[in-house]
């Protein structure tokens, strides 16, 4: 009996000290995410239902039965959802061409289809409106101000996520099942009807449920190309807080939108690892080009010049004047003149403004997105801890569909009194997009750290490293690469970041994304063309941003198992 309860000690203490690690390790960003993220949250609710210092949830219901708040519910769920299957159809072949085969050009490709996802959403919009204005290319689609120049924005600025993480899977489904029904005589479409769509629905599925979350939560888009006559929820808790001071109906639609967000988070965790852009990472595609793959690579193709387009007109636009070939818009951005003061210092301060808290808020979101990584990816048979690694990694998710609106305001109401009276703050902004950019950092991190064989960590251990020289030796050296990738779509997403910014921005915080709008607000064409040329700037910075990512997310490499030692060498 004696001995019995003595080996029960011995198990249960390294359990103990394995949990404790696992907390200590979580209570820093954990913190970080109640502090900035969940306490402005609720106390934003916290005005709209407790007005007078008790619960009025009927308040809060009469709200949403106002006609334009029930107009703009359902404008975010059929545009959200119509946005949803255009970027399905869309991305579906350019998964398969740019992931299951090999052709010259893929890479590159791959890297520029990308780039809509971190481009910042007013230029997305000034691009789109650019192109559909009445003497733009497609002015003749009469679609400028339309709920459809809206649904045609947002399934632009998503189809990189449908191809992320539906490529990944296609990469890594094994060909035999498919050669085995072609064999049997199947037809090419027979074959993905009956053998490759089943195997992908997850994937798919999942995909779509992340594009529809960012397309309800979207807000510079639906700002911009919106305008006035539609609005989403996410744009009509931004006209509600700061134009009406409607706190009770902002909680309300911030309600409805956190529900919807928990929902889809949880269906697309369950369906499949896919969490959007930074999750996909999977070995280079190994078969050529073959004659059936004419199809997806023209449909491909035709997808780049669709991306391509917008970004072109956009261009074109910043460089014309009247009629007239002119470089008056980059000109005015370098004196900040051309809109009548309405910036307090010229563009190119606040392109350098967005760069520096760029950087802050990527090394901060990195910090942070590692330790929740490690959390997330430890092996262990205590209960404890994978309890801890998924409530942390669900918690870190929560800010890719929270209204960026909602933490603005909520930081601003929330920490504003002693002994956390940061409000007015310049670091508040970086800590935002830090927030911002965190899950995405994570979906970069976690599958990489899960790669790395646990037998690699247990040889090094028994030699007698310490855990922290487990991680320097073995874990940072094989994961290098997913964290300067990782590092780098959080500074793409953080230069972009433009709801929260829009309230925490200060004359010396004021952040590019801001600074454009701004100028957009000034009428006249001078001004309408230093804007264009802003956006430019700010395109071409994210777009150089991307293509370093791409060219740093290198193929896995497989391992074998030596029998000898336990480790694992590269093949």
Sequence with gaps: MAAAVAGHRRRLGPALREALGALTLAAVPVGFVVLFFVVPVIGMLRLGLWPQGHLDLGGAFDVLRRGYIVRAIWFTLWSSAVATAIAVVLGLPAAYALYRVRWPG??????????????????????????????????????????????????????????????????????????????????????????????????????????????????????????????????????????????RGAAALSIVQLLAVIVLLALAGRLGSGWGLAGAQTAAPTRSLRRGDAGPLAATLALTAIVLLPLVTLVVGSLRVGGHWTTVGYRNLAAGNGCGG???????????????????????????????????????????????????????????????????????????????????????????????????????????LGSVDEGLRESASGLGASPLRVVLTIDLPLVRRSLLAAAGFAFAASLGEFGATSFLARPQTLTLPVAIYRVLGHPGAATYTMALAASVVLAATTTVVMLAVESLRAPRRSYTRCSCTGARSGS
């Design 106 to 247: 893929a890479r590159l490709v791959r890297a520029f289809l990308a780039v809509p996802f971190v481009l910042p959403t007013v230029v997305v919009g000034i691009a789109f409106r650019e192109l559909l204005h009445p003497g733009g290319l497609l002015g003749w689609t009469h679609a400028d101000g339309t709920a459809w120049a809206v649904v045609a924005g947002l399934a632009y600025f998503n189809v990189a996520v449908v191809i992320r993480v539906v490529g990944a899977a296609w990469a890594g489904l094994d060909p035999r099942q498919a050669e085995v029904a072609a064999g049997l005589g199947a037809r090419p479409l027979t074959v993905l009807r009956t053998v490759t769509l089943p195997a992908l629905r997850p994937a798919v599925v999942s995909a779509a449920s992340v594009v529809f979350l960012f397309c309800a939560t979207s807000f510079g888009v639906v700002l911009t190309l919106g305008g006035l006559r539609y609005a989403s929820v996410e744009s009509e808790i931004y006209l509600l807080t700061t134009d009406l001071f409607d706190l």
């Design 342 to 448: 309405c910036l307090p210092g010229s563009v190119t301060t606040a392109l350098l403004t967005s760069l520096r808290i760029s950087l802050w808020a990527a090394l901060l979101s990195l910090a942070l997105g590692l330790l929740v990584a490690v959390v997330v990816t430890r092996r262990s048979r205590s209960v404890t801890v994978r309890r801890v690694g998924s409530v942390v990694d669900g918690l870190v998710m929560l800010p890719l569909g929270v209204s960026a609106v909602t933490l603005g305001f909520g930081l601003l109401v929330t920490l504003d009194r002693p002994p956390v009276d940061f409000r007015g703050e310049p670091w508040l902004v970086p800590v935002a997009q830090a927030l911002v950019a965190l899950p995405l950092v994570v979906r970069t991190l976690v599958p990489a």
